[in-house]
Every structure is written in structure tokens, then in C-alpha cells.
């Protein structure tokens, strides 16, 4: 039973366009969401997180939706670069669970100069 | 400030035998998680300690275990191991237990011949 899924195993772009990666979950219990990016064989960095309590979070050229009632997520990158280049992951915790983390399966970001 | 440190990064074990990783947090921080990542099953959870007390646990076969000593280092230990049991193993850590970013160290690829 996946409770966090990326449906989009892959997304291509052009640099300087926006990439919109989406996420949903099931668990109603989430209230705490945060999207990581990684490259093979190092572990995940942090980009941002939004709480349930708010609908959106900015964060310089990341901005992170989430819309409650249809248990979804979004993560927006304006512009793209090369660099962003990465898989991205979607994670969901809620607070009496510390911080024990449910990933989604991820989504690979290919951004083409 | 130092980040999350793991070792070994790479190891390589038989069939049947144990290992053990280990996981520096980063200074302060007191909260240590673990997960595995594999091409199949994604990012999972396997435990989380926080104050040399495991809070949660992951679905995962007892072989798996783990422990935190007073200076919130953690180690994980797989006894027995399987073929299955090779991925990338990830620890991440938070100052405390309430909802906040993790951050992940390098990981510990483990592979099982």
C-alpha cells in the first residue's frame, strides 16, 4: 500500500522553462510534506517542506503547493536549469511520528539546455 | 558545521554473514533515522532513535536492528544477510522529533554476494 506516490517516474524540460513535479498521498495523518533531490549513489538534499497548515512555501526558484482536499502536492521550479537535473522525491511525516518519513517512488528531471 | 558522516561508504559481504553501519548526526542533533533504498522497493524506512530510544520502527524482518549511543551516534546491524539485503543505506538526522527537515548523509552501498 504506497501512501505517497509520484506518478510521473520521468519529466523532461527545457532550460528556463517551469518543471512541475506532483506528488499525492493517501494518509490523512500527513500533515508534514518535503521534497528532497538526489543524485545516484549519495543520499537525498533537502529543497523545501510545507506544513499542512499553510497551502503554499517559496523558496527562491522552488515553490512547493499543496492542496489538502485532494491530497496533493506540487513542486514548481522556475527557471530550470542543467543543473537541476536530478531525481526528485516527495516525502510525507506527520508529528507523532517523529520523523519517520514516507517516500514517494520518485520522479527523474532532465532539464535540456 | 559538519554534516551527517556514514561508514563504510561501500562494503561488500557473503551470503549469511552480519554487518554493521554506522551514522554520525550531525552536531546537536538527536534524532537518527534510517532507510534503505533499493531499485525495487524505493526509499523505505527502517528505524528511528531519538535519546538511545528506538521510537519507530519500519516493516522490516527482525534481522534488521539498530541502537544509539549517549552521543546520539547510531549503528544499524543486518544480521544473516541476503542477496536482497544489498542497496544503499541511508541515515538522516534532525535536532529533535518534532516535523523539520532531515538531512541525509552519503549512505553506505552494501552489496551481498
Known amino acids: 500500500d504506497q501512501q505517497v506516490k509520484q506518478n510521473s517516474p520521468s519529466l523532461s524540460v527545457q532550460e528556463g522553462r517551469i518543471s512541475i513535479l506532483n506528488c499525492d498521498y493517501t494518509n490523512s495523518m500527513f500533515d508534514y510534506f518535503l521534497w528532497y533531490k538526489k543524485y545516484p549513489a549519495e543520499g537525498p538534499t533537502f529543497l523545501i517542506s510545507?506544513?499542512?497548515?499553510?497551502d503554499k512555501n517559496e523558496d527562491g526558484r522552488f515553490t512547493v503547493f499543496l492542496n489538502k482536499s485532494a491530497k496533493h502536492l506540487s513542486l514548481h521550479i522556475v527557471p530550470s536549469q542543467p543543473g537541476d537535473s536530478a531525481v526528485y522525491f516527495c516525502a510525507a511525516s506527520y508529528n507523532n511520528a517523529g520523523n519517520m518519513l514516507t517516500f514517494g517512488g520518485g520522479t527523474r528531471l532532465m532539464v535540456k539546455p | 558545521k559538519a554534516g551527517v558522516t556514514q561508514t563504510p561508504r561501500y562494503l561488500i559481504k557473503t551470503r549469511g554473514q552480519q554487518v554493521t553501519l554506522s551514522c554520525s548526526p550531525i552536531?546537536?542533533?538527536?534524532?537518527v533515522s534510517w532507510y534503505q533504498q533499493t531499485p525495487g522497493q524505493g526509499l523505505q524506512f527502517l528505524f528511528e532513535y531519538f535519546s538511545e530510544t528506538q521510537r519507530n520502527k519500519g516493516n522490516f524482518p527482525g534481522r534488521f536492528s539498530g541502537r544509539q549511543f549517549s552521543n546520539s551516534r547510531s549503528e544499524m546491524n543486518v544480521s544473516t544477510l541476503e542477496l536482497g539485503d544489498s542497496a544503499l543505506y541511508l541515515c538522516a538526522s534532525t535536532p529533535t522529533v518534532m516535523n523539520t527537515e532531515a538531512f541525509f548523509g552519503q549512505g553506505t552501498r552494501l552489496t551481498v554476494v
Open positions: 510545507i506544513s499542512s497548515i499553510k
Open positions: 552536531s546537536g542533533h538527536r534524532s
